[in-house]
């Protein structure tokens, strides 16, 4: 992603430049892992080379946790719907809000997770269960919202130097 | 989902030709493992060295391998890239797997 050509012949924007306005990406995709996977293809496109490696990595895994949580528990195997995202790229830190109108959260709480247990026999170990932990030791501020039909998740990547 | 399957020494050594272990995937692997895996020896290493990312669905697809090749065969995993090593780390699954920094023995299962 770092070396595609068309990001080649724009000035490059840098990170910490006070007086560059904010770097934004928002998109709208069916969700489906498919989709996912072609939005974070495009967002890493887009902001991959302004993150450097790390950063990079961190934000993939993040987005990716958040966006299959929606595919698997908001819409569900029975539900279509849409995923809208909106990131914002400041000089140290990468703010995301993520959006669908499938199922609340139950309660309409966002509950902290804590890791599986792995102290287990092997044919008990979790085949799952670790997406809300990867999202939480990777991105801090995380907020849900339910508005009115929608889901709204907000959250933000702390940037490393790259 | 491209999976190459070659012996090296008495281990069967499986490299996923693939750039993601994810959601869009995660299903499709587990198939191609389980047939893979009806005649492989007890040692089966997975090599993960052209992975360049995995999520939590990936990741329980891999544990789901390694539970229905127990207890006859034994799953152990080689050449976790950066972002690959830090998902296993992340969750403590590198606690639970036999994770190898290349191929054991130096194994050239694959003609490149």
Same mark, same amino acid.
């Given at each position: 992603?770092?070396?595609?050509?068309?990001?080649?012949?724009?000035?490059?924007?840098?990170?910490?430049?006070?007086?560059?306005?904010?770097?934004?990406?928002?998109?709208?995709?069916?969700?489906? @892992?498919?989709?996912?996977?072609?939005?974070?293809?495009?967002?890493?496109?887009?902001?991959?080379?302004?993150?450097? @490696?790390?950063?990079?990595?961190?934000?993939?895994?993040?987005?990716?946790?958040?966006?299959?949580?929606?595919?698997?528990?908001?819409?569900?195997? *029975?539900?279509?719907?849409?995923?809208?995202?909106?990131?914002?790229?400041? @000089?140290?830190?990468?703010?995301?809000?993520?959006?669908?109108?499938?199922?609340?959260?139950? *309660?309409?709480?966002?509950?902290?997770?804590?890791? @599986?247990?792995?102290?287990?026999?092997?044919?008990?170990?979790?085949?799952?269960?670790?997406?809300?932990?990867?999202?939480?030791?990777?991105?801090?501020?995380?907020?849900?919202?339910?508005?009115?039909?929608?889901?709204?998740?907000?959250?933000?990547?702390?940037?490393?130097?790259? | 989902?491209? /999976? #190459?399957?070659?012996?090296?020494?008495?281990? &069967?050594?499986?490299?996923? #030709?693939?750039?993601? &272990?994810?959601?869009?995937?995660?299903?499709?692997?587990?198939?191609?493992?389980? #047939?893979?895996?009806?005649?492989?020896?007890?040692?089966?290493?997975?090599?993960?060295?052209?992975?360049?990312?995995?999520?939590?669905?990936?990741?329980?697809?891999?544990?789901?391998?390694?539970?229905? &090749?127990?207890?006859?065969?034994?799953?152990? /995993?080689?050449?976790?890239?950066?972002?690959?090593?830090?998902?296993?780390?992340?969750?403590?699954?590198?606690?639970?797997?036999?994770?190898?920094?290349?191929?054991?023995?130096?194994?050239?299962?694959?003609?490149?």
């Amino acid at each position: 992603m770092a070396t595609d050509a068309r990001l080649e012949p724009r000035q490059r924007p840098r990170r910490g430049d006070p007086v560059a306005p904010p770097e934004r990406f928002e998109a709208r995709v069916a969700a489906d @892992p498919l989709s996912v996977r072609i939005l974070l293809y495009a967002l890493l496109n887009r902001f991959g080379r302004l993150l450097g @490696p790390a950063n990079a990595s961190a934000v993939e895994l993040v987005l990716a946790e958040v966006l299959n949580n929606v595919v698997e528990h908001a819409y569900g195997p *029975d539900q279509a719907g849409d995923i809208e995202i909106a990131v914002v790229l400041h @000089p140290v830190s990468l703010e995301c809000r993520i959006a669908d109108w499938g199922r609340p959260f139950p *309660d309409h709480t966002m509950r902290y997770r804590h890791l @599986p247990d792995l102290e287990v026999a092997l044919d008990r170990l979790p085949e799952g269960g670790w997406g809300w932990t990867l999202i939480q030791r990777c991105a801090r501020d995380l907020v849900y919202r339910r508005l009115g039909d929608r889901n709204e998740l907000s959250l933000v990547v702390p940037l490393a130097s790259p | 989902m491209h /999976l #190459e399957a070659a012996m090296a020494g008495e281990a &069967l050594v499986v490299r996923v #030709e693939e750039a993601r &272990l994810d959601a869009a995937c995660a299903i499709q692997f587990k198939d191609r493992m389980r #047939e893979i895996a009806g005649a492989a020896p007890p040692r089966v290493i997975l090599d993960l060295a052209r992975v360049g990312f995995v999520d939590s669905s990936g990741l329980g697809a891999i544990v789901a391998v390694m539970k229905f &090749l127990a207890p006859a065969r034994r799953l152990e /995993l080689a050449g976790l890239t950066p972002n690959v090593a830090k998902v296993f780390h992340l969750t403590r699954m590198d606690t639970v797997f036999t994770i190898h920094a290349a191929l054991p023995g130096g194994a050239m299962a694959h003609g490149d």
